[in-house]
């Protein structure tokens, strides 16, 4: 049970890390409002992608955005260069619950790993988002898939919320300026719940 609870804590750490890497490399490509062109999208029939790329529209909430580049073909599963996620990790990292359901209605990979070897359901389980945790449960991902540090999703909630409050602290601390909170009490609460739905 140390190893397990060990694992579980030195999981949540790197994945906190990677999530930082992933927020500034998304708070980059916002803030200098680039349009990517090229290989990224591949357009369908008369569908024209919006200006706005895939992820800084997923970051600013922009869904219509996002439904538009889906129709229009762009590769929902290609992941960011410098943290190895997916659209749809970050949807869920940036707690977008309608746009993580229109990327996994429009068919994008639950099982995909970030660079750390997190999927979807390792971010919807730490940051505690019951809707996308059962959303994902719903669609199928895989509850037994091991990040880098060998933590299954529901592995990464199984540590006492009392050693893990500085890490959501610090994350809270470092993800405000971009706009994202997080809600101290409902991670308390919910984590036995997610826990529990990933049994």
Known sequence: MKTLKRNSVKAVVNFSLILLVLLSACANSGSNNKVHSGNDTEVKSG??????????????????????HIEAGTDINKKDQMSGSTPLIAAISFNKTAIAKALIDAGADLNLKNNEGSTALHAAAFFCHLEIVQMLIDAKADKTLKNNYGATARESVLAPFADMKPIYQMMQQQLEPLGITIDLEEVEKNRPVVAMMLQ
């Open 47 to 68: 569908v024209e992608k919006p200006k706005v790329d895939l992820h800084t529209a997923i970051m600013s909430g922009n869904l219509e955005a996002v439904k538009q």
